[in-house]
């Protein structure tokens, strides 16, 4: 278990703080790499093509972790993501790993809203 969260903190550092979409793939997805996206096709090749233009493709968007979580072969992590012009988003992105790699992803987002019905943060 250890191992997969220093993997995992790894990967997350990789993908969203530095935007290395391709490198943190690299580094622990699995080629039979499920996606519950229902925009973007299994597979990591198809997961970076994608998710490239979000990430390093976009040098003003940010992505700042709030938490890591890793239980077992699961991990989650809950994100700011934010892009110039446009709401943050709230973003629990939920992996599976097998044999010490990413084998499944499944991924919430929410716009944060401008007004709340309280004062509660989202991160």
Not at 26 to 51: C, K, S
Not at 64 to 87: E, F
Request: hydrophobic residues 45%.
């Amino acid at each position: 278990m250890n191992g997969n969260r220093a993997a995992f903190e790894h990967f997350c550092d990789l993908f969203y703080t530095q935007k290395r979409v391709a490198d943190a793939f690299a580094f622990l997805v699995a080629d039979d790499y499920r996606q519950h996206n229902p925009g973007i096709p299994d597979g990591p090749a198809a997961a970076v093509e994608a998710l490239t233009p979000r990430f390093d493709g976009s040098p003003e968007a940010r992505f700042a972790i709030q938490r890591i979580l890793v239980d077992g072969d699961l991990a989650m992590v809950h994100v700011q993501a934010s892009r110039p012009g446009i709401p943050d988003t709230a973003v629990a992105d939920i992996y599976r790993f097998e044999s010490g790699r990413i084998v499944e992803h499944w991924d919430v987002l929410q716009p944060v809203p401008v007004h709340a019905a309280h004062d509660h943060p989202m991160f």
